[in-house]
């Protein structure tokens, strides 16, 4: 539907829902009009009277008053367009002010409108950190997984509530497959933007998919830099994922390190504001010897600390390697803020990822029914076979397996 069209089904629903709920022509519990005053016999002049026809005038001229600045009001609420002069012009007289139905169906009609897209010109409306949503969903759905809960909690929320950052939040996400890195960063999109990952301040890029060749990498380069300057001109906060990282050009990840350094004051754009988020295989077989060893020296995996794990991951991830996260200056310059791991996932995990299948589908379950789709995953090492080796990937496909 252009603009144009729904401006005019707009206006007519406005004024419709305004002049029924305001007192206006359709109210029923509004005073008399005045050609209700009168129930005696018809006053000179005719069947209305010219007293009568003058103030049934002025009532309607009130009345398209009212409606106009009621539209005016609507259009500056949405749009933010023709507010200022205008209003005043069309104001019924002075004092005028609009009453608390009318505004509460403004606000009704402009929240359905802002719900088919940005309302205001920089995406800001629809950013909404909710930090305690987030949180309860993480330590809800995320399992096996205590120190990425914390650290990404901790670095979110103090990054939100920091007035001054000094540089955007940058985040690496590292671990095996299906341990939990892409549902961590679409639950952070989702609370953080009312649109989640559709929201335009929010952009994802896969490595593969986005930058598969070599070859075009200057073409690469220009496109990414722009479309990151473009969001956060836009965005006063924006969020950049990348997925796959480790497979990025190692001149890919160095073009968008001016992005993620301290904040010059040269620019034009202010990109303190921003959160990237880094999702890497790389580091998993570390973190996943380091699990092994507490298991194997019967020590629970909540005991593992941020402080040994990210040391020892920092320490693989520097090394010489073909990964362009090895060569490029991310980690010289130490950009990257923290290093969050993701725990490998054992039997009772996937059991939980089977449960949490089955509620979001809306099936009934049993315990019979989560052993044996956790059952159907692979297990290692060979000897202990303590971890899975998808993670919980493909959890949500191997319950089709149960349906009727």
């Known amino acids: 539907m252009g603009r144009g069209r729904l401006l005019t089904r707009l206006g007519l629903a406005c004024c419709l829902l305004l002049l029924g709920g305001s007192g206006g022509l359709g109210s029923r519990a509004t005073p008399r009009g005045p050609w209700e005053e009168e129930q005696g016999p018809m006053a000179e002049g005719g069947p209305w009277g010219r007293a009568r026809y003058e103030a049934v005038k002025k009532h309607l001229r009130v009345v398209g008053a009212l409606s106009k600045q009621y539209w005016q009001y609507l259009a500056c609420k949405v749009w933010q367009e023709g507010c200022g002069e205008e209003e005043e012009e069309s104001s019924p007289g002075p004092g005028w002010s609009l009453p608390l139905v009318g505004q509460d169906y403004l606000e009704i009609l402009s929240t359905w409108y802002c719900s088919f897209?940005?309302?205001c010109k920089t995406g800001d409306c629809r950013i909404v950190n909710n930090i305690t949503g987030l949180e309860a969903d993480l330590n809800g759905q995320l399992h096996g997984?205590?120190?990425a809960k914390e650290v990404v909690i901790r670095a979110v929320q103090g990054f939100l509530q920091n007035p001054r950052p000094e540089k955007p939040l940058v985040l690496s996400f590292h671990g095996w497959s299906g341990t939990g890195k892409n549902f961590v960063a679409r639950m952070v999109a989702s609370h953080l933007y009312r649109d989640g990952l559709k929201s335009e301040c929010v952009r994802v890029f896969i490595s593969l998919f986005h930058f598969p060749h070599h070859k075009y990498v200057d073409s690469y380069k220009a496109q990414l830099k722009k479309q990151i300057s473009e969001t956060m001109q836009l965005c006063k906060q924006s969020l950049f994922i990348f997925d796959e990282a480790e497979k990025l050009h190692f001149s890919l990840l160095d073009a968008i390190k001016p992005f993620m350094a301290h904040y010059d004051n040269k620019g034009e754009v202010d990109y303190r504001r921003s959160i990237f988020l880094f999702l890497s295989n790389l580091g998993g077989n570390t973190i996943n010897e380091v699990a092994l060893d507490f298991w194997r020296a019967g020590r629970a995996r909540e005991e593992i600390s941020m402080e040994f794990?990210?040391?020892?991951?920092?320490?693989?991830?520097?090394?010489?390697?073909?990964?362009?996260?090895?060569?490029?200056?991310?980690?010289k310059e130490n950009l990257i803020d923290f290093f969050v791991p993701f725990l490998p996932l054992e039997y009772h995990h996937v059991k939980l990822c089977a449960r949490d299948a089955f509620l979001a589908r809306g099936l009934p379950y049993t315990e019979a029914a989560l052993d044996e789709v956790a059952r159907m995953m692979v297990f290692v090492p060979k000897e202990e076979k303590l971890f899975s080796a998808q993670g919980c990937k493909s959890v949500s496909q191997r319950i089709n397996y149960f349906l009727p």
């Not at 040391?311 to 990964?323: D, F, G, N, T």
């Open 309 to 331: 794990l990210e040391q020892r991951l920092r320490l693989e991830l520097r090394e010489p390697a073909e990964s362009g996260y090895a060569r490029s200056h991310l980690l």
């Open 145 to 147: 997984q205590h120190l």
């Open 117 to 119: 897209g940005k309302c």
